[in-house]
């Protein structure tokens, strides 16, 4: 009887093989002995583990009694083994879950708020209170006739208010100061129709809940300064739990034809015959049959038709 060879010794005692650590029942077995033990735990018949695994069948009782101790520390570790890949299996599933499921507005959103005009006074350009700090100290600078290089950051709007404030021109607080985005846009706004502006914002990364982590795969740059923040493939990660579940999974129509075999010439007969092989057997099976089908076909051929051979006269 060829010698059976041992499971692949690791020394963190993982799927691969046995934990042979000589602290342990199992680590003082000898090669034999513990392959006694894994074939015993394949189906828990002594008999025919003493058998596979080279002793004589009378004393399957006497080896079973040895490695009584360590059949039981061996199958607490594979115990172990199958809920760790239990687990792993869990934590798949899950970070799948929490792909499918997270939204992705958790990391990007559009906002649309007000425009300027939106909830200004009488419909005017409406500044927040830090421009409108800014241009009533254009304006000051103005009166004073203290040069305009002086206040920064400034334009269009300062520029205004400065000359105003040169040529004792009212100062014009046009649609007041109490702009904010965080506002909901005005429909009656004569400007923007109440549709407001579109506005883009990205999450801080460092405040994401559980699920948004798990979509979150980064940020891509390009030469223009442009960034896109990339997620994980929603779509993907439902196909995968749905394979696993069972769930949405395509099923294929059969056509079925009523045929008569009177009515069928033998290429179609023969056709036909293909047909339901293909679907009633397995592809191996199915490929093992149609090439032994192609060698007879080629045997019968070189009997009908055998190879004329060319006769040579003797000089």
């Not at 650590?21 to 003493?50: H, M």
């Not at 696993?244 to 290429?267: A, C, F, I, Q, W």
Request: net charge neutral; proline share 5%.
């Amino acid at each position: 009887m060829p010698e059976k060879k041992l499971p692949r010794i690791n020394r963190v005692g993982s799927a691969t093989g046995a934990n042979p650590d000589a602290e342990t029942a199992y680590g003082r077995l000898g090669d034999k002995q513990r392959l006694f033990v894994e074939e015993y735990l394949i189906d828990l018949n002594a008999r025919a583990a003493a058998i596979r695994s080279g002793y004589a069948p009378n004393s399957s009782g006497h080896i079973f009694q040895q490695c009584r101790e360590a059949i039981e520390e061996r199958r607490a570790e594979l115990d172990r083994e199958r809920q760790d890949q239990h687990s792993g299996a869990r934590f798949v599933l899950g970070k799948l879950w929490d792909v499918a499921t997270a939204d992705p507005r958790e990391l990007v959103e559009i906002r649309r708020v007000p425009c300027r005009y939106c909830h200004g006074t009488n419909g005017q350009y409406q500044f927040t209170k830090t421009e409108m700090d800014r241009l009533l100290k254009a304006y000051e600078y103005g009166l004073s006739d203290r040069p305009l290089e002086a206040l920064w950051p400034r334009g269009g709007a300062e520029q205004a208010a400065y000359t105003a404030g040169r040529n004792q021109i009212p100062f014009d607080p046009q649609g007041g100061d109490d702009y904010t985005s965080d506002r909901e846009p005005n429909p009656d706004c004569a400007e923007c129709g109440g549709r407001g502006i579109v506005l883009h914002f990205v999450a801080d990364t460092r405040r994401l809940s559980h699920q948004a982590r798990q979509l979150y795969r980064g940020v891509k740059y390009d030469p223009r300064g442009k960034y896109e923040v990339v997620m994980a493939n929603q779509d993907a990660a439902a196909t995968m739990l749905a394979r696993h579940y069972n769930v949405g999974v395509e099923r294929k129509e059969l056509l079925v034809r009523t045929l008569d075999p009177n009515e069928l010439s033998d290429e179609e007969l023969h056709q036909a015959i293909a047909e339901l092989e293909a679907l009633t057997l397995g592809k191996t099976e199915y490929a093992v049959i149609k090439s032994e089908r192609a060698r007879q076909e080629r045997g019968d051929n070189l009997q009908k038709d055998p190879p004329r051979r060319r006769l040579v006269r003797p000089k």
